[in-house]
């Protein structure tokens, strides 16, 4: 049995106060939680202030983004081994907005994977299809395209340790959800590409989980899907209250 994560993007939201007061609320509310894993990913100016607040806590924490360089001449750019100093965990790597607003590619995606696991981070490594591509039927050429471009080179054993994110991008922050068949539909084909590239064990451990307008009151009926390990949320886990309810009701879901 795969155990679920549960993953907050905060995106570009939150000071450092801000950050702080959200996740001390979650620190208390969700501190008894061990079914599953949930994780906090703030700005990269307040990993450290947030580090500090979940020393000891169960509560994961994880960066938006990296650099593949571990340092150097990069105005701008943050590393893998900074992410670690800062107090981090995992990194978000290929969010569709990173793909679509900053050019991020198949082959920026695969140079992030690999510099995160130099450095012992878990990546949650996002793919999904655009609305234009759902509606041409081009939903599953889009996914290959980008698992063997992303994932190219990996092992099995480097595979085990990422996660995956599928992400429709026509449902991030817009209140429309894949159904759960559409969810299902896409994480199982995800689980066949793993298993044709690595083997079926390597593709049972690996955890696929869905994003794009979870909110309390949908993810139990996605959780229930066979090939659905979690949720990346976005603008649900900017308050304690909505997050922490899809974290409870993520619980004790049959499959
Ligand atoms: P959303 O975002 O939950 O606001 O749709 C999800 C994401 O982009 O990770």
Redesign the pocket.
Known sequence: MRKSIIAG?W?LNKTCKEAVELVTELNRDLSETTDVDVVVCPPFTALRDISDVLVDSKIGLGAQNLYWEDSGAFTGEISAPMIKDAGAQYVIIG???RRQFFGETDETVNKKIRAALAHDLTPIV?VGEMLEDREAGKTEDVIKTQFSGSFAGLSAEEMEKLVI?Y?PVW????GKTATKEQAQEVHQLIRQLLTAAHGESTAESIRIQY????KPDNIAELIAQPDIDGA??????LKADSFTQIVKNSLGVAK
């Open positions: 993007n995106k969010h569709s907005e996002c994110a992400e449902a991030i922050g817009t994003g794009g307008s979870v990346l949320v976005g603008g649900a886990s």
